[in-house]
């Protein structure tokens, strides 16, 4: 009997960046730009999205078509896309293991697969959703859905929530809310319809100039604010939703006509479970050096984008940032170099607050303001920077991050 075939060896590539996301793609092409050599992505979506289009989406004001390309369009030339998706890594062994059992080996791993959103975190959220007043901008086949049940509502009462936990752009939660209250509003039906927004935090938003500004926001539409409060159950069948006051422990169930969810989110499985996950993070978020954007404890790896359990806000604007350090301090470990880059924390949120106008909330890791655009106080509502998240940051993503210009 012949003796069984020795396992292939594992391809090597001297980058291995996981993810074809916003992340992924803006670190791949700065690495090309770079004349780095080497470089394999493995993501298996033949999609890409540009998420932060889902709430205009939602809001009827924007087709869902624009947020829309494949990820061959959005490819660097030279690097090979792996079609395939990771299923855990060995950072000692420098391997990435897919589900379909091939092994890839390292030089340098890029972490960048996003977060999972986890539609069973809340019971009976995924038996509700997609129908009998349930929508959520979080999925973009259901996005036209939101703004569906928006249009045709007259009355009743409309829910809109937030989970605990880090997740994706944590205005749009209350961007949708604002959206549908103002459209209400130029319908002429506001008056009769309940708004209820629910959020986990104890205040509206962490930091204080914005947090002021859209308090107002909310009272001018008459919308009811549950802070430090989340949903903890679902009834689709009843159309109602408990709530949890977290202060007093207290629960209140409300009936719905329509209802906007946002789910849990954390890390991917395979992450949370495995080496590089943060002890700290409850979410399975991964370790990271919050100015290098290394691993502490594996150098070779770095992470950045929604999977990072970084104290900052989880957008594209953070990203944006964040590609330029873990290419720079990337390309020192190859050249031997150390790493000097630093990453100060910087996210943005541009707030939705109406039709055609939008607050956009700069800061840091301290939470301290820093505007980017200079003699414009986008503090207050203003129709410029409405303009400029519908038609003007898509432009600067396709055009400019995802070639790794910008």
Request: charged residues 20%; hydrophobic residues 40%.
């Amino acid at each position: 009997m012949a003796p069984a075939p020795a396992p292939a060896a594992p391809s090597h590539h001297q980058v291995l960046i996981i993810g074809g996301g916003t992340a992924g793609i803006t670190v791949a092409a700065r690495l090309r730009r770079a004349g780095v050599r080497g470089i394999a992505l493995l993501e298996p979506s033949e999609t890409h999205w540009y998420q932060p289009l889902w709430t205009l989406v939602g809001g009827g004001q924007a087709p869902l078509r624009a947020a829309l390309r494949t990820e061959a369009d959005v490819m660097p030339p030279g690097v090979r896309w792996l079609r395939e998706r990771a299923s855990a890594v060995d950072p000692a062994a420098r391997t990435v293991t897919t589900t379909s059992g091939r092994v890839l080996s390292y030089g340098r791993l890029v972490l960048a697969p996003g977060l999972q959103l986890d539609w069973d975190g809340v019971p009976g959220l995924a038996e509700a959703l997609g129908h009998g007043g349930v929508s959520s901008n979080y999925r973009p086949d259901l996005a036209p859905l939101t703004w569906d049940l928006i249009r045709r509502m007259r009355s009743g009462t409309a829910v809109f929530t937030m989970p605990s936990g880090p997740v994706k752009c944590g205005g749009a939660p209350q961007k949708i809310a604002y959206l549908a209250a103002d459209h209400w509003r130029k319908r002429g039906v506001l008056g009769a319809i309940r708004t209820i927004l629910v959020l986990p935090e104890p205040a509206m938003f962490k930091v204080p100039v914005f947090s002021r500004a859209l308090t107002e926001t909310a009272r001018r539409y008459g919308i009811e604010v549950r802070l430090s409060s989340e949903m903890t159950r679902l009834d689709g069948a009843a159309r109602e939703a408990e709530i949890t006051d977290h202060t007093t422990g207290k629960t209140e169930t409300v009936h719905y006509d329509l209802l906007h969810a946002v789910p849990p989110q954390r890390a991917p499985e395979w992450l949370a479970d495995g080496p590089l996950a943060d002890p700290a993070s409850p979410y399975g978020y991964v370790k990271a050096d919050r100015e290098t954007l290394q691993h502490p404890d594996f150098p070779n790896v770095f992470v950045l984008g929604d999977v990072a359990n970084l104290p900052t806000s989880k957008t594209g604007a953070a990203i944006r940032k964040q590609a330029p350090v873990v290419v720079a301090n990337l390309l020192a470990g190859l050249r031997g170099r150390p790493a000097t880059a630093r990453y100060d924390g910087y996210t943005s949120c541009p707030l939705v607050t109406a039709r055609h106008k939008m607050l956009l909330a700069e800061f840091d890791y301290d939470l301290q303001p820093t505007p980017s655009i200079p003699f414009i106080d986008t503090t207050r509502e203003r129709t410029d920077m409405w303009f400029l998240k519908r038609y003007g940051l898509p432009q600067l993503y396709f055009k400019g991050m995802l070639k790794g210009l910008a």
